[in-house]
Every structure is written in C-alpha cells, then in structure tokens.
C-alpha cells in the first residue's frame, strides 16, 4: 500500500508540474493521475470487412404500403401492398415473441464496434413515403412501443398521396429514423456522374433542415446498387446502406444490409418462418 501510495504522489506531482508548464491559474486544470479523457464526438475507427460479416444478421424487415387492395391491381402491386390486417397480425406476433424494434445507429454500433443489442432484435423499415405509413403502420407500431426507419422520396413530399413535410418532422421527432430514399426513386446504377447532386446530396439537406437531425443511412430504390454507387454515397457521409434479399457483399457489408419486402399474402406465420430462415441466428 505505500508503494502504491507513493506512486500516485509522484504521479501527483508530475501533473502539477506539467499544468504550470502550460499555464496559471484558472486556466491550469489538474486530473487525478488515472483519468483518461477522449472526445465524445470522436468518430470510431470502422473495421475491416471480414469483421462486420462475422456478426450474425439482425433481421430487417421492408414494408411500402400498408392499406387494403384494390380489385384491378396487378400481382405486382399487390406484392407491395400489406393489407392493414396482415401488418396488425405481424406486429402482434413480433410483441408477442419478445421482438425489440432497433434504429439503424443501434445496428450501425452493433456491426462497427459489437455494441449489444436487446433480446431479439428486429427493423422494421418503410419505403417511398407512402401516406398510410403515417395514417395507419404509425398507430399499430405505437401500440407496441416500436419504432420504424421511414426512407423518403423527397419528390413526394406534400403530394395527394404521400405524407407532407410536418408529417415527416414528427415522425423524426417522435423518435423514429428518417433515412434517405434518393429524389425520385432513381436506380442508382444508372445515375451519372452529375445525377448524385439532385438525387443524393440536395434530397439529404432537405430532411436534414426538415428534422435538425443528421440523415446518414440510404436505401437503393429497387433494392439495386453496384460497387460505383457506394464510393458516392461515402462522398456524402452516408454511413451504411439497404438493399434487398441478396447477401451482403462481402467487401462492403455496411452498403450492402439485406432486408426482407414482407408480401402482401403472406401469412403472419409465413412472414415469421420466412424471416427465421433468411436471418439465421
């Protein structure tokens, strides 16, 4: 014990020494000799490839709209279109098996640094903007306690059949993430060197003064991206980015997170076991 005793004495000392150094007064700070301090905001280094794939997907599920269907809609509408009943049920059944909704920071953490997750984890994302995500997917979700990433269109912002600008703020400021879904719903595979400005960078800003909060996760329109695409979503501090059904690429993982679009004639119990199979524990 004096050993220890005269090592943080010493210790002691030397700060003492060193804040004279540095300054007088007021402007001198001493620190007991054992505390480390690291800026808050620094940003955490992001680990090799191979280290994010050797995290267990978490399951992402992907939803358009949510309303009833209409007689002379093609089958692939309807593959689009989750009947608000249908949506109830899977909500229910997601509670009732001890499901807990995460944001993409909470996986963004989890897959960068192996921050934990609650006890079964699950995303529920929604696509385009849609009105009757607002009007109807927002009321069930809140029964539960569950909370959703919406990817916005920007183009559709306030028209007859979207949600409006104030809709989509409140939305953000209830806690749920509001992610980017280009301007118009462009395949990025086909977009130009000059086409990222309209349908990336100025899409971006927009939410981001609309909701005060950063808008760093993108979901490709279609589910369709390419290995050109990602280096221009990281030109533009977009830190992750959706897809759908394939695998991740095993070289960008964060560009490339599987979801899975829940058709709208499944079952509750076809949707639970199709989700157990594509994410496997």
């Given at each position: 014990?004096?050993?220890?005793?005269?090592?943080?004495?010493?210790?002691?000392?030397?700060?003492?020494?060193?804040?004279?150094?540095?300054?007088?007064?007021?402007?001198?700070?001493?620190?007991?000799?054992?505390?480390?301090?690291?800026?808050?905001?620094?940003?955490?280094?992001?680990?090799?490839?191979?280290?994010?794939?050797a995290r267990?997907e978490i399951?992402?599920?992907?939803?358009?709209?949510?309303?009833?269907?209409?007689?002379?809609?093609?089958?692939?509408?309807?593959?689009?279109?989750?009947?608000?009943?249908?949506?109830?049920?899977?909500?229910?059944?997601?509670?009732?098996?001890?499901?807990?909704?995460?944001?993409?920071?909470?996986?963004?953490?989890?897959?960068?640094?192996?921050?934990?997750?609650?006890?079964?984890?699950?995303?529920?994302?929604?696509?385009?903007?849609?009105?009757?995500?607002?009007?109807?997917?927002?009321?069930?979700?809140?029964?539960?306690?569950?909370?959703?990433?919406?990817?916005i269109m920007?183009?559709?912002?306030?028209?007859?059949?979207?949600?409006?600008?104030?809709?989509?703020?409140?939305?953000?400021?209830?806690?749920?993430?509001?992610?980017?879904?280009?301007?118009?719903?462009?395949?990025?595979?086909?977009?130009?060197?000059?086409?990222?400005?309209?349908?990336?960078?100025?899409?971006?800003?927009?939410?981001?003064?609309?909701?005060?909060?950063?808008?760093?996760?993108?979901?490709?329109?279609?589910?369709?991206?390419?290995?050109?695409?990602?280096?221009?979503?990281?030109?533009?501090?977009?830190?992750?980015?959706?897809?759908?059904?394939?695998?991740?690429?095993?070289?960008?993982?964060?560009?490339?997170?599987?979801?899975?679009?829940?058709?709208?004639?499944?079952?509750?119990?076809?949707?639970?076991?199709?989700?157990?199979?594509?994410?496997?524990?």
């Open positions: 014990m004096q050993k220890i005793s005269l090592i943080f004495l010493f210790a002691s000392i030397f700060q003492l020494y060193a804040c004279r150094q540095k300054g007088s007064g007021a402007s001198a700070v001493m620190l007991p000799a054992t505390t480390l301090i690291e800026p808050e905001t620094a940003e955490q280094p992001v680990p090799d490839a191979a280290t994010i794939m267990p399951p992402v599920l992907c939803y358009h709209q949510i309303r009833q269907w209409r007689g002379n809609e093609s089958r692939g509408v309807k593959d689009m279109v989750v009947p608000p009943a249908n949506f109830r049920s899977q909500l229910q059944m997601l509670a009732d098996s001890g499901y807990h909704t995460i944001l993409p920071d909470d996986l963004y953490a989890y897959l960068t640094m192996g921050k934990p997750l609650p006890a079964k984890p699950v995303m529920l994302t929604f696509d385009d903007s849609d009105l009757d995500q607002y009007e109807i997917a927002l009321p069930e979700m809140k029964k539960h306690g569950f909370k959703g990433v919406f990817f920007t183009v559709s912002l306030g028209r007859s059949i979207y949600m409006s600008k104030a809709q989509v703020k409140e939305i953000s400021d209830e806690g749920h993430a509001i992610g980017l879904h280009t301007w118009d719903h462009q395949d990025v595979r086909k977009l130009k060197p000059g086409d990222w400005e309209k349908q990336v960078v100025a899409p971006k800003r927009e939410l981001e003064a609309l909701t005060g909060k950063p808008v760093q996760y993108f979901a490709y329109p279609f589910g369709a991206w390419n290995k050109e695409s990602i280096p221009e979503l990281k030109k533009y501090d977009v830190k992750a980015a959706f897809q759908l059904s394939a695998r991740r690429d095993s070289t960008e993982p964060l560009y490339t997170i599987r979801r899975m679009i829940i058709p709208g004639d499944w079952t509750t119990h076809t949707m639970y076991r199709v989700m157990k199979k594509t994410f496997r524990d």
